[in-house]
């Protein structure tokens, strides 16, 4: 495999967990479904040709134990082996819970090896349940082990790698990753997310890290509905420049695509176009900067039928391709003009807190 190879490993197969439908509620998105027609649909449309494929196999509990308190890794194997339970808010453990989140754990787990022993450049892991809202401690927000958070880890302690940022893409805020990095110097998160301005939860641009983290932790919340030229701003005017100043040895991407227009759960406005320009944005970085690559795992994302549209534009931005006309591009959208302006003017402001770290 040469290091120009992208790969991709996925979870068909090992991915049975499905919350108990306790109540009508969001965890019915969360299922084995968002990986089965993403592949499907990245074989249909001959996405994977140029492409190493990988299936994943599962982690161990130490290496779960890299990033989560030991209570919580059992109480997920407890849970699990009792045939489900509530873990914690929108975490509901199911008989199959153990096995899934392992071999999203190892999906994850070998995307960032892969990269951080440069066997390729480019790797993503098409895993679930999702992990950037776990906690050292919680599981949540249909998260029961921070993936992400793992695999940096890991390939800091089993590769050598010492910097990395992270850039968490996903609709919603992943307080888990934000939290576990809030005070190391050397793991940048960046993080791009919808934001309700009228009730002012975590996830405020004022929150740029502590102590020896001071300045690595970079939120960029924008307003719901935001469309693909926010988001394109949020990448060239902050996103860019601030990894470009960190100079990481690689990049981890937070792969979450619930801020599509046409996703259940996220309520932002894009279409796979800006994924595509996410993932040439960090293609360029990796290429102008010297790093190693960036892998990417999947975060949220529940509409079954543009997780694929998406997840093919990222691997076409990848390889250095232009943007592929895909049907969810078609779908005519009214701007908000609105929206547009109360963004521009907030990425100003984010601008003004965050430019001493950039
Ligand atoms: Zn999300």
Not at 84 to 92: D, M, P
Not at 112 to 118: D, H
Not at 136 to 163: D, H, P, Y
Not at 278 to 287: F, K, P, Y
């Amino acid at each position: 495999m040469s290091q120009d190879t992208i790969t991709l490993i996925d979870q068909s197969g090992s991915d049975k967990h499905v919350a108990p439908f306790v109540k009508p509620s969001l965890e019915a998105f969360e299922n084995p479904e968002r990986i089965e027609m993403t592949l499907q649909y990245l074989e249909e449309t001959k996405s994977l040709e140029s492409v190493k494929t990988f299936k994943t196999t599962p982690a161990t509990k130490e290496e779960a134990l890299l990033v989560h308190k030991p209570y919580l890794v059992q109480s997920i194997e407890l849970m699990s082996d009792l045939g489900g339970g509530e873990l914690g808010e929108s975490a509901w453990a199911s008989e199959d819970l153990w096995s899934s989140a392992m071999h999203a754990l190892g999906g994850a787990l070998l995307a960032g090896e892969l990269v951080a022993s440069r066997a390729c450049r480019h790797s993503f892991a098409l895993v679930r349940p999702p992990g950037h809202h776990a906690t050292t401690s919680s599981s949540m927000g249909l998260c029961f082990f921070n993936n992400v958070a793992i695999a940096v880890r890991n390939i800091q302690a089993e590769n050598g790698i010492q910097k990395v940022s992270i850039l968490d893409i996903d609709d919603h805020f992943g307080n888990g990753t934000s939290e576990i990095f809030y005070e190391d110097p050397n793991v940048q998160f960046i993080s791009i997310h919808e934001y309700d301005y009228t009730s002012y939860g975590i996830g405020h641009y004022r929150e740029i890290g502590h102590g020896r983290g001071y300045g690595t932790n970079i939120n960029i919340p924008l307003h719901r509905e935001a469309h693909d030229s926010s988001y394109q701003t949020a990448i060239d005017k902050i996103v860019t420049p601030a990894i470009e100043r960190f100079n990481p040895d690689l990049i981890a991407v937070s792969a979450g695509y619930d801020a599509h227009f046409a996703d259940p759960i996220g309520e932002m406005a894009v279409d796979s176009e800006t994924y595509w320009y996410i993932a040439s944005g960090v293609e360029r970085l990796v290429r102008s900067c010297g790093m190693k690559g960036s892998f990417w795992v999947l975060e949220g994302g529940y509409n079954p039928l543009t997780l694929g549209p998406c997840v093919k534009a990222t691997l076409e931005g990848l390889q250095g391709k232009p943007c592929p006309e895909l049907e969810d591009q078609k779908e005519a959208r009214e701007i908000e003009e609105e929206v547009v302006r109360l963004n521009r003017r907030t990425i100003k402001k984010i601008l003004d807190t965050v430019s001493p770290f950039m």
